[in-house]
């Protein structure tokens, strides 16, 4: 019986490294760093344009609004903007993999004329758990982010026979694009814990699977996995949010799948600028690039000046939230989910121009120039 276990021992062990003998490893310290130290300061916004309620919209053949895109990113490039982080999703490219490929290519090209690296973002737990493809809902008045879609929804998280698809939607689009430089960054999971307590109302339970921080935490490894057996120069990253500020002793398992598996750290952070510190001090601990994927919500404390002057002195790359007020309605705070605004918020949420290209705040724009570079004084 021994020398069967020790057989058997053999036998999966050998089954595997056969597995993993294709996978690369996490990048070391001195790589990421060494990557890091290549790349211009990572500096922009998370982009879908205006004319986008979701990721859907944003990518489906019928709303793939190239003119738009072309704009705002024109108006991102007057900032100084270096990078936009970009949320993709799977039921495009299970609809026309070719399709969707050929409009991610045309969205790198654009960018690429006005010298915009992108982060794209794989998958997504925030917001509505019922992504359907085709025609997508019109926004709801006064509303932040009333048709913002997960990535998986609910019924495909749930379903283990739905993993294949995943999985190779992981595999193909990293595949296709892994030795694309105007790519900088994948973004494996958009915040996998996140149950969207402060949405829906009190109807919020019965819309989100009760086991659903464990399904995507499972998915958040898996993502990871899949996207290392396919060729890339580009490193994988997914960043924790929560409200401990990845204090070691307080992480969570998906905090600690996050930080175990990226090769670059990456955060987000809504707070001032005292307890964005405490931010950055937790995570410099993994001697690893920091990026910030998420930040800027004017009511909150979380202000350009004095945020991102603090991460262009302290190296840290910097992706606000929002960028062209429009159809996700991310103007309005997130309590719009519990009470509601009659006409324009009195200090807006997120987004820094107009529809027209105007900014909402003149000055605010200015010292985004000066800090991006893109303007001395």
């Known amino acids: 019986m021994r020398l069967i276990r020790i057989a ?58 190239l003119p738009t895109i072309d704009r705002e990113l024109g108006w991102a490039e007057g900032l100084g ?59 709801q008045a006064g509303l932040h982010n009333s ?13 283990p026979q739905r993993r294949g698809v995943l999985e190779a939607y992981v595999k193909g689009v990293v595949g296709r694009f892994g030795q694309d430089r105007r790519v900088v960054v994948w973004d494996v999971f958009n915040e996998p814990d996140n149950t969207n307590d402060n949405s829906y109302g009190p109807e919020n339970k019965k819309q989100e699977l009760p086991d659903k921080v464990k399904l ?32 070691k002793a307080k992480l ?13 750290i990456s955060f987000h952070t809504y707070n001032p600028l005292d307890e964005v510190k405490d931010w950055v001090k937790n995570l410099r601990e993994y001697g690893r690039p920091l990026i910030c994927t998420e930040y800027m919500a004017r009511p909150q404390g979380s ?11 302290q190296k840290i790359g ?8 429009g159809k996700t309605n991310t103007i309005y705070p997130w309590d719009s989910w519990q009470k509601k605004y009659a006409g324009e918020p009195p200090v807006w949420f997120h987004d820094i121009f107009r529809a027209d290209g105007s900014a909402y705040r003149p000055a605010e724009v200015q010292y985004i120039r000066r800090v991006s570079g893109k303007t001395g004084g």
Request: net charge negative; proline share 5%.
């Open 8 to 65: 058997l021992a053999l036998v999966v062990g050998s089954v595997f490294l056969s597995l993993r003998a294709g996978a690369e490893e996490r990048w070391s310290v001195e790589k990421a760093n060494e990557w890091y130290g290549r790349m211009p300061w990572l500096v922009g916004c998370n982009f879908s344009p205006s004319t986008a309620i979701n990721q859907l919209e944003m990518w489906q053949a019928d709303t793939f609004d």
């Open 81 to 139: 903007f270096t990078s936009v982080r970009v949320f993709l999703h799977h039921l495009p490219f299970e609809k026309d993999r070719e399709g969707f490929f050929s409009r991610m290519d045309q969205f790198l090209a654009t960018a690429e004329r006005h010298h915009i690296g992108v982060m794209f973002v794989l998958f997504d737990s925030c917001w509505d758990p019922f992504p359907k493809s085709g025609k997508q809902r019109e926004p």
């Open 147 to 159: 048709g913002w879609v997960q990535c998986p929804g609910k019924e495909d998280l749930a379903k």
């Open 216 to 247: 995507s935490t499972e998915l958040l490894r898996q993502a990871f996995g899949w996207a290392r057996t396919v060729e890339h120069v580009q490193p994988l990253t997914s960043g924790p949010w929560k409200g401990q500020r990845a204090t």
């Open 252 to 264: 969570s398992e998906t905090e600690k799948v996050q930080l175990g598996e990226s090769d670059v």
């Open 303 to 313: 202000t350009f000046d004095p945020v991102l002057g603090y991460f262009k002195e």
């Open 318 to 325: 910097a992706y606000n939230w929002g960028f062209v007020a």
